[in-house]
């Protein structure tokens, strides 16, 4: 399989024809698929080829990008951009051993809002969560200091 996956990949870099590929939204999509969906939001494709030739190619096609981050979930690889570019994402997807469906998608508002206010939310109930554990730790030791006896002042 390595032996494969490394023949995929030598083929991809040396041979010009083989390496070029289409575009989607600035993203790169790999040749020779068959078309699902296209909206101007979202293209889909499915290809017979394997995981790991699939993934080689996007690894190769992105390797200079440093804002791409590539994430491995249970049955597809998620590729994420951190940058300001068009796309969001590309979501690598195991529909069987030999059939990968490939879905690039437009980076959109209603994401970036949603994430902005799951931060803003995260925040104050971390705040809240620090508050309750300062008042129940203030009350702990202001009974515990309460049950020693003070010490009575001396006078001359």
Known sequence: MRKF????????????GVSSSEEFLSAPVLPGGNVVSKSPERLEIAYDLTLDQVIAFYRQALEKEPNVK????????????????PWHSIRLV??????????????????IIGTLVLRF????????????????????????????????????
């Open 94 to 111: 195991r529909n069987s051993p030999g059939n990968i469906t490939v879905v690039t998608m437009k980076d959109n508002w209603t994401w």
């Open 5 to 16: 996956s490394l023949i995929v990949l030598l083929t991809f870099l040396f041979l010009p």
């Open 70 to 85: 590539f994430r491995d979930r249970k049955g597809q690889v998620y590729i994420e951009d951190h940058a300001a570019r």
């Open 121 to 156: 939310i995260g925040v104050f109930v971390v705040l809240l969560v620090l508050y309750v554990a300062m008042v129940i730790s203030g009350s702990v030791l202001s009974r515990i200091g309460s049950r020693q006896k003070q010490p009575s002042a001396v006078t001359p």
